[in-house]
């Protein structure tokens, strides 16, 4: 079996209209609980680990960031007390002011001020690439996650959703890790050191001020919790918001058409109204945290001005000692309140983070088998296809194929007709391994498909869908997505046979012209004659013909069916047709009724049955 030249897909392309990635997404916010918090997180220090050492480096960066930061109101203290002694000595008449020891000082406090930021700086910078590393890295495992997905997942999940796990959730991972892991290790840090230099300054006034953490704490989470409720309807009505503008932007024209305007824009302004409730008294709510937090810390503030005065004043603490405590209970709420923000953040980030990893562990397709058959370039495809009481269905307990036996032999043309629904597609689907069956047997050459590498058998096909696929690219480029390595006169020859060559140089630039996203810049017919072009240009071993002249008028159907009736020559060809008049020239005809074969053979010998086929033919006539 001769394996022709492999055609891989390149994901950039995966934008163009039919493709699964055009749905928009739905946006993460905040307030989002996981539903396995510990698991999620577990997965992601898991995910993390490939950057350890960096992660320990930013560590002890973001630890002597702060560590230096802290140190500063003490030393401060002291440029103070040596002020204060100076300025005493001076009254009495006993000395002067050291200004040499106080620029001392102040330059220390630079130094380590300095030393600080620059800290600071290179942290961000790490911990920066460190994110952007993980995303890449979880983006690249979603990206070949759904290459490997079943089409079984996509039946039941929208594109949107998919769509939002690869962007509005990664991008949660990577920016609330970016902030809230840093910010966790230096309000811990900062928690820790100004505690410590409290207590060197006064145990008793440091008791006083953790006196009134427990009540900053239960004011905060009363907060938290009456919050969480109004973060989860904001998120809610924010898909709402999202799939309805993407409905009806998709279907702008059908709207108009029905003077759907109004009914579109009142239930927008219903879901945009209970998406401002939720989001203003979610916001207003987590907005008064820092507001809380800062009016328990003037509390403590008072508390300690007082405690204090009365210190200096009897002499058992300096004015330099008190003026770095009260600075330090300044920063104590400080990272309080980061702690209590970063708490909310990891939820956003375990929440955003679990879709994420639910994707990836999701059920793959079922696994080559250890002995398969692999395809070898001396190897040659004949194109025997044979169909052994083959049954199937989407949902195993409907069968939609059932007992579906047959023989087609090396390049004969069949074609399956019958009405919508009778199983003709879903016949194709099991052909090139998109589905498993769920009994019988399909066999190429004599082996089970299932024996095949799915790359090594779908490389033998060539498909026209009803349904164009097109991306954003030049003409050229799209149908050179037949065969990559392929030149530009193999391009423009395949043009020529699918009668696409006249129409694509009337247009601008035309094989160099750009398709639109949507490729709505030529017509459906026009779609429908470039993808044909691009099968042409596959040159496979075996055809899949599903309605592909189902867009074209009359006289360039003719046309096209000369081109395939060309490129059918010693391939075997399956042709799913609605339109009869297309398949009389066939091999062999296959009638399907409610997934059974009901009649077979060729076209004058069915009309002369005059039985299900006749009745269809006649029908259309």
């Given amino acids: 079996m001769t394996q022709e030249k492999q055609r891989q897909p390149t994901t950039q392309r995966f934008q163009g209209r039919g493709g699964h990635m055009g749905r928009g997404p739905m946006a993460m916010m905040p307030g989002e609980k996981a539903k396995n918090f510990s698991g999620t997180i577990k997965n992601l220090v898991r995910y993390l680990g490939a950057y350890k050492g960096t992660i320990i480096f930013v560590s002890l960066l973001a630890i002597a960031s702060t560590v230096f930061t802290i140190l500063g109101p003490r ?40 030393l600080s930021s620059l ?37 039941k999940t929208t594109h949107g959703e998919v769509l939002s796990r690869i962007t509005n959730d990664v991008d949660t991972v990577s920016q609330s890790l970016n902030q809230s892991l840093m910010q966790l290790i230096t309000s811990a ?54 799939g309805h503008v993407e409905e009806m932007f998709a279907a702008h024209i059908i709207v108009r058409s029905f003077n759907g305007e109004q009914a579109s824009l009142d239930t927008f302004s219903k879901y945009n109204d209970k998406l401002y409730q939720s989001a203003w008294k979610a916001n207003f709510l987590s907005g008064l945290i820092m507001p809380v937090t800062g009016f328990i810390g003037n509390l403590a503030y008072v508390a300690i001005c007082i405690l204090g005065g009365y210190f200096t004043v009897n002499g058992s603490m300096t004015v330099g000692g008190i003026q770095a405590f009260l600075q330090y209970v300044r920063q104590f709420t400080h990272p309080i309140a980061q702690l209590a923000n ?73 074609a399956i007709v019958g009405h919508t629904g009778a199983g003709k597609t879903t016949i194709v689907k099991l052909l090139m391994r998109f589905y498993d069956v769920n009994a019988g047997e399909i066999a190429v050459d004599g082996h089970d498909i299932r024996m095949f590498k799915r790359d090594d058998l779908r490389s033998m096909f060539g498909m026209v869908l009803q349904d164009t696929w097109l991306f954003n690219g030049t003409i050229a480029d799209n149908i050179r997505y037949g065969r990559l390595n392929a030149t530009d006169d193999d391009v423009v020859s395949a043009a020529k046979a699918a009668q696409a060559d006249h129409f694509v140089r009337t247009l601008p630039d035309g094989y160099n012209m750009t398709l639109n996203e949507e490729a709505d810049n030529i017509s459906q017919g026009q779609k429908q004659l470039l993808t044909i072009a691009r099968a042409i240009l596959a040159d496979p071993e075996i055809l899949i013909l599903d309605e592909a002249t189902s867009n074209v008028d009359t006289r360039t159907e003719v046309m096209i069916q000369t081109a395939m009736s060309n490129l059918m020559k010693g391939r075997t060809s399956f042709v799913i047709a609605h339109r009869l008049s297309t398949i009389r020239n066939a091999d062999l005809i296959l009638v399907m009724r409610h997934g059974d074969i009901v009649e077979q053979g060729k076209h004058e010998q069915l009309l002369a049955q005059n039985g299900f086929y006749a009745e269809l033919y006649n029908s259309q006539f």
């Fill in 75 to 114: 030393i401060l203290g002291r440029a103070t007390d040596e002020l204060f002694t100076g300025v005493l000595a001076r009254f009495a008449g006993a000395g002067d002011i050291n200004f040499n020891k106080i620029g001392e000082i102040i330059l220390w406090l630079a130094g380590l001020y300095l």
């Fill in 119 to 155: 800290f600071a700086y290179f942290q961000g910078y790490v911990m920066a690439g460190v994110s952007m590393k993980l995303t890449y890295r979880l983006r690249d495992d979603i990206n070949a996650k759904i290459h490997k997905l079943p089409f079984q997942f996509f039946d």
């Fill in 342 to 414: 970063v708490s909310n953040v990891l939820q956003q980030t375990a929440a955003a983070a679990e879709r994420v990893f639910e994707f990836l562990a999701e059920e793959e397709e079922t696994p080559e088998v250890s002995d398969v058959f692999t395809m070898t370039a001396g190897d040659r495809v004949e194109g025997n296809v044979r169909f052994e009481h083959v049954s199937f269905g989407y949902i195993p307990e409907k069968t939609v194929v059932n007992n579906f036996s047959v023989q087609v032999n090396s390049g004969q043309r069949v």
């Fill in 189 to 242: 840090a900062s928690i820790l050191g100004i505690t410590i230099m409290m207590f060197t300054i006064s145990w008793l006034m440091t008791l006083v001020t953790m006196l009134i953490l427990p009540l900053s704490a239960v004011l905060v989470s009363i907060i938290v919790k009456k919050s969480q409720k109004h973060f989860v309807g904001q998120q809610e009505y924010l898909g709402h918001v999202n």
